[in-house]
């Protein structure tokens, strides 16, 4: 592909740090690329960044009961097909203690 408009990039955490400096950077050098999404692999969200001009990039972030529009080349992605099938282990903050957990 030689003018994408669209790129997505799944981090791991091995390559995230590199995923999200210099590869982000040279992505964004690209003039026909419109967005780069970046999908979590720990964590059901992705961060979409999206070109205003020449020089000016948004950034969203999307978790899981949301949807990514892409008027550019209609397409609309709901987040829940990208983690279709993965199951993610319950965050700290979602794991009450039941009575019969405490002392």
Do not use: N
């Not at 400096?21 to 040279?26: D, F, I, N, P, V």
């Not at 992505?27 to 001009?53: F, G, K």
């Not at 008027?71 to 987040?79: K, R």
Request: charged share 25%.
């Amino acid at each position: 592909v030689t003018d994408p408009s669209v790129i997505a990039e799944v981090l791991s955490p091995s390559t995230e740090v590199y995923d999200r400096g210099q590869k982000l950077r040279r992505y964004r050098e690209c003039p026909s690329l419109q967005a780069v999404l970046l999908i979590s692999q720990d964590q059901p969200i992705v961060e979409v960044y999206r070109r205003q001009s020449a020089d000016i990039w948004t950034i969203q972030t999307y978790t899981l009961d949301d949807t990514i529009v892409f008027d550019a080349i209609g397409v609309t992605l709901p987040v829940a097909e990208i983690y279709l099938d993965i199951t993610f282990p319950p965050e700290p903050e979602e794991m009450e203690e039941t009575p019969e957990s405490q002392p």
